[in-house]
C-alpha cells in the first residue's frame, strides 16, 4: 500500500506534525453556506484539519498564525483572463494579484498566439511554471481571430498546433472560440479544433472545456452555436441575454473588467429574476494595471458585488458572490480539489478583514504563506526573455504624411466606427466628409478621425485607412501595438504627419504605446515582449500608463481607457464595424464581410 496514502491518514489523527495551523478564523464553507470558527490545519499541500485543534500535535517547524476576528475563504480563482492584456508579464502580475486573494487563473494566451504562436505560448507556460500563481491555459482557438484574408497575424494556430498544445499538462481546453460565425456556418476548420478537443480531453478521461464568445447572439444562432459544443461565454451585455444563455445550457462568466463592466446590470436582472446562481462565475477577461494595483482583481469584484448584495434584500447573498469566485468555477472546470474548504483539498486559501470591503490579510497557495499584508513572501526572480519575445515590430518601409492621406476630389459619405465608451460593440454611422484641397480630413469638431492599421509582422507596409468617432482627441495622434488579436499597429489621429511620427516611434521602441504631437513624442511606454507586456516593475508600468492618459487628456480626449478601447477597434469578431490591416469589416446576419469606406 502507497505509504503516503497511509500518512494522509495520519495527518488527519495528529500523528504527524503539521505545517501551518490558520487559528481562531471565520471559516466560510462555500459548500453548506455555513461560517464557524476554528482552525484549519495544512500539512504539504492540503488541508488535514478543519475546526479541530491540532495545536499539541505541533512541533518546532509548525507555523501557527492566530487570524482570530478574520474571514476564511477559498482561494479566488479568475477562470477568463487574457494576462498580456494586464501589460504585466506574468511573472509581475502574479506578483501583483497574489497579495489581493487570487490563488488560481485560467489564462487564455490569444494575444501572444497572434503575435508569436505556438512558441510565444509554451514561453509564457515555461514562465507561469516559474512563478507562484497557479495557471492553467486554453489552447487559442481563433488565432487569427479571422482568417480567409480579413487581417494579417504574426502566427496562424490550426488543428496540428491545437492537438499539440492539448497534450500538455497546463492547457485544461479550447479557449474562447470567438469566431462563432464560423461555428453557426459549419466551418471545418473552427468546428475540427472543438472535436479535437473532446477527442482529446475526453480520453484521458478529463473535463473537457470549449469557451465561447458571441456578443449578442440569441435564438436559433445561439442554439446552434451551444450546439456546436461551446460550454461557457463571458460576453453578456444585458440581463436577457445572460438569462438566455443560462436557460439553453451555458454557463455565463459575469464579466467586470477595465473596459467592459457587466456585472452590475447582469446581477440586477439576476435579483430581478430570481435567478440561480450555480452556474455564474466572475471573470475580468482583460484588466489594466492601474486597477489591477489599485483596486485589486477578483477581491475588488467582490467588494462591488457586495454592495449589489446589501441592496438586494436577500435576493442575492454573499455565500451566491463567494461560490461565483471560487466553487463555481472550480466545479465548471473539474477543478476537484480547489475552491472550496474541505479535508484533501488544496490548501489555497484567502483571508479577509471582513466581507464588506474584502481587505486581504494573507494568501496562501498550495500550503505555502504567498502574501500577508500586501506584501509577497518568498517572491522569485524576474524571468529571462529570448530575444525572438522582444523584437516583434518588423516593417521594413518608413511611413510619412502621404501614407495617411485619403484623396478625394469631392466631398464622399463614409462609414465610420463608432466607439461606445465601456463596451466592446462598436456602431456604424454614415458621415458625409467633405474634401479639403483634395483630401479628406479628420474632422474635430464631429469628433471623425482618422484611424490607421499598420501591418506589423511579416515586414510588408501594408496598412488600411478609416474614420473612429468618440476617441475624443483634437490634436496630435496615439498609437499602439496593442490592437486584439493579430495586434497590429493602430493609429488615431488628426494631424497625418503626426500619425506618421507615432509609427515610426513605435518602431524605434520594438512595441508599445506612444501620444505624439506637432512631431515630438509627449508620452511614451514601451511593451518588449510580443509588443503586448513590459519587462518593468507593475509601479513604473502604472506610472507610465498614468502619463499616457494623462497626454491622451491634453490632446481632448475623455475615454476612461483609451488603450483598451482602441485596441478592440481592430477585433473584427465582435459587432458591428471594425477596422484590420486589409479593411472594414461588418457583422452580418451572413457572418463577417468586408466593407467599402465609401458609401
Same mark, same amino acid.
Given at each position: ?5 497511509? #500518512?494522509?491518514? !495520519? ?9 501551518? +495551523?490558520?487559528?481562531?478564523? *471565520? ?36 507555523? %501557527?498564525?492566530?487570524? &482570530?476576528?478574520?474571514?476564511? $475563504? ?6 477568463? %483572463? =487574457? ?38 505560448? %509554451?514561453?509564457?507556460? =515555461? ?76 480520453? &484521458? ?19 446552434? !452555436? ?25 454557463? @455565463? ?36 494595471? !492601474?486597477?489591477?494595483? &489599485?483596486?485589486? =482583481?477578483?477581491? !475588488? ?49 484567502? $483571508? ?68 461606445? /465608451? ?17 483630401? $479628406? ?31 475624443? %482627441? ?19 489621429? @488628426? ?10 516611434? +513605435?518602431?524605434?521602441? #520594438? ?50 481607457? /483609451? ?18 490591416? *486589409?479593411?472594414?469589416? *461588418? ?5 463577417? #464581410? ?6
Amino acid at each position: 500500500m502507497n505509504d503516503s496514502y497511509v #500518512q494522509s491518514i !495520519y495527518n488527519s489523527l495528529g500523528k504527524n506534525a503539521p505545517d501551518l +495551523i490558520l487559528k481562531n478564523g *471565520k471559516i466560510f464553507d462555500v459548500m453548506s453556506g455555513l461560517v464557524k470558527e476554528g482552525d484549519i490545519t495544512i500539512k504539504g499541500q492540503r488541508i488535514i484539519g478543519l475546526y479541530d485543534d491540532y495545536s499539541g500535535c505541533a512541533d518546532k517547524y509548525t507555523k %501557527i498564525i492566530d487570524v &482570530k476576528g478574520k474571514y476564511l $475563504i477559498p482561494g479566488l480563482i479568475e477562470p477568463h %483572463i =487574457h494576462v498580456e492584456s494586464s501589460m504585466l508579464s506574468m511573472t509581475n502580475f502574479a506578483r501583483t494579484v497574489i497579495p489581493h486573494g487570487t490563488s488560481t487563473i485560467v489564462n487564455d494566451p490569444h494575444e501572444i498566439a497572434n503575435v508569436l504562436g505556438k512558441n510565444g505560448i %509554451i514561453q509564457m507556460m =515555461h514562465e507561469a511554471e516559474y512563478c507562484k500563481l497557479r495557471c492553467y491555459f486554453t489552447a487559442p482557438s481563433c488565432v487569427p481571430a479571422l482568417g480567409n484574408g480579413f487581417e494579417t497575424s504574426g502566427a496562424v494556430l490550426g488543428i496540428r498546433e491545437i492537438k499539440s498544445l492539448l497534450d500538455n499538462r497546463m492547457v485544461i481546453g479550447l479557449g474562447e472560440v470567438m469566431n462563432y460565425p464560423g461555428v453557426i456556418l459549419a466551418f471545418p476548420d473552427i468546428l475540427s479544433k472543438i472535436n479535437e478537443t473532446y477527442r482529446v480531453k475526453g480520453y &484521458k478521461k478529463s473535463s473537457v472545456i470549449v469557451d465561447g464568445h458571441c456578443p449578442g447572439l440569441t435564438g436559433k444562432e445561439l442554439s446552434a !452555436y451551444i450546439n456546436g459544443g461551446i460550454m461557457a461565454d463571458h460576453e453578456c451585455a444585458t440581463g436577457e441575454e445572460l438569462e438566455e444563455k443560462l436557460s439553453k445550457g451555458m454557463h @455565463v462568466m459575469v464579466r467586470n473588467g477595465s473596459s467592459a463592466r457587466n456585472m452590475e446590470p447582469l446581477l440586477d436582472h439576476v435579483i430581478r429574476k430570481n435567478i440561480d446562481t450555480r452556474r455564474l462565475m466572475f471573470c475580468v477577461d482583460d484588466k489594466n494595471p !492601474y486597477e489591477l494595483i &489599485k483596486h485589486g =482583481h477578483i477581491d !475588488y469584484t467582490l467588494k462591488q458585488a457586495a454592495e449589489i448584495v446589501k441592496q438586494s434584500n436577500g435576493r442575492l447573498t454573499m455565500l451566491d458572490i463567494l461560490r461565483m469566485a471560487t466553487l463555481n468555477v472550480a466545479d465548471f472546470f473539474g477543478f476537484k480539489y480547489l475552491g472550496r474548504l474541505a479535508i484533501q483539498a488544496r490548501a489555497d486559501i484567502t $483571508i479577509v478583514e471582513d466581507l464588506v470591503n474584502f481587505n486581504v490579510f494573507a494568501s496562501i497557495i498550495n500550503g505555502k504563506v504567498r502574501a500577508i499584508e500586501g506584501k509577497n513572501v518568498d517572491d522569485c526572480e524576474d524571468f529571462p526573455y529570448h530575444s525572438y519575445m522582444l523584437n516583434t515590430v518588423k516593417i521594413n518601409k518608413v511611413f510619412k504624411k502621404e501614407d495617411f492621406q485619403i484623396i478625394a476630389k469631392t466631398g464622399k459619405n463614409i462609414r465610420v466606427i463608432k466607439i461606445n /465608451p465601456g463596451q466592446l460593440v462598436t456602431d456604424e454611422i454614415i458621415a458625409k466628409m467633405l474634401s479639403v484641397n483634395g483630401f $479628406i480630413e479628420s474632422d474635430v469638431k464631429d469628433d471623425i478621425l482618422k484611424i490607421s492599421i499598420v501591418q506589423r509582422h511579416t515586414g510588408e507596409s501594408g496598412h488600411f485607412l478609416g474614420f473612429v468617432n468618440g476617441f475624443g %482627441i483634437k490634436d496630435g495622434a496615439v498609437a499602439t501595438t496593442i490592437g486584439h488579436d493579430s495586434h497590429n499597429i493602430g493609429v488615431i489621429g @488628426v494631424s497625418d504627419r503626426d500619425m506618421a511620427f507615432a509609427v515610426e516611434e +513605435i518602431k524605434k521602441m #520594438q512595441g508599445g504605446i506612444v501620444v505624439v504631437k506637432e512631431g515630438k513624442t509627449i508620452a511614451s511606454m514601451e511593451l518588449k515582449i510580443g509588443g503586448l507586456q513590459s519587462l518593468k516593475q507593475p509601479n513604473e508600468i502604472v506610472d507610465e500608463k498614468q502619463k499616457i492618459l494623462e497626454a491622451y487628456r491634453a490632446l481632448g480626449g475623455r475615454l476612461e481607457d /483609451p488603450i483598451i478601447s482602441m485596441s478592440f477597434l481592430q477585433l473584427p469578431v465582435i459587432p458591428h464595424l471594425k477596422i484590420t490591416d *486589409k479593411s472594414l469589416v *461588418k457583422i452580418t446576419s451572413n457572418g463577417p #464581410q468586408k466593407v467599402s469606406l465609401f458609401v
